[in-house]
């Protein structure tokens, strides 16, 4: 028997972090879809998708509007202490 074949391993599958959470969150579920069967309610998980998705848009236009204003107030601060500059010298 040679060296190479003790070393030998089968290759393991790769294990995603969703799949980690599928796992954590319900084993039964994480059971029946690596097994491969489909979930009854396909509906109620294309909802749930839809409601991630627009909630991800809204959390980064709130982002943005909140950077725009942080902009415009840094901007309103220099306008204000270049016009009390000018009226001073």
């Not at 509906?43 to 809204?58: S, Y």
Request: aromatic content about 12%; glycine content about 6%; charged content about 20%.
């Amino acid at each position: 028997m040679s060296i190479e074949y003790l070393c030998y391993t089968l290759p393991m599958p790769v294990i995603r972090a969703s799949e980690i959470g599928n796992y954590l969150y319900c084993r039964r579920s994480w059971w029946y879809r690596k097994k491969g069967y489909e979930s009854s309610n396909q509906a109620e998980l294309a909802a749930g998708t839809d409601l991630h998705r627009k909630h991800g848009r809204k959390a980064l236009s709130a982002l943005l509007l909140r950077t725009l204003g942080m902009i415009l107030f840094l901007a309103a601060i220099l306008l204000l202490v270049a016009f009390c500059t000018a009226q001073y010298v």
